[in-house]
Nanobody, 119 residues
């Protein structure tokens, strides 16, 4: 089993910054990709940013230039630096990881962390 634990959410004013962290632990042979997704009030879950094993990144258009995803492979941790936050960024942010056990790959999700941006 693998556990993903997010931290760093909270309440911030528009224009402010937050840094989210997601640490993976458990039966991990390797992590092939990690990412952040969010679900705002009354909205469907959407991709925010992903990062592959080799460091390639993908961002949603709505966060390009404001958010930066990074990872520490030694710590099995992914980060999301969020700058210039807007009220529409308010959502529950969830971490996702594609984990290899050596013979199989499994997708895991964290429990989520609330980000609230006030205007």
């Amino acid at each position: 089993q693998v556990q993903l634990v997010e931290s760093g959410g909270g309440l911030v004013q528009a224009g402010g910054s937050l840094r989210l962290s997601c640490a993976a632990s458990g039966s991990i042979f390797s992590i092939n990709g990690m990412g952040w997704y969010r679900q705002g009030p009354g909205k469907q879950r959407e991709l925010v940013a992903t990062i592959t094993r080799d460091g390639s990144t993908v961002y949603a258009d709505s966060v390009k230039g404001r958010f930066t995803i990074s990872r520490d492979r030694a710590k099995n941790t992914v980060y999301l630096q969020m700058n210039s936050l807007k009220p529409e960024d308010t959502a529950v942010y969830c971490c996702r990881a594609l984990v290899s056990t050596g013979s199989s790959e499994y997708l895991y999700w964290g429990q989520g962390t609330q980000v609230t941006v006030s205007s």
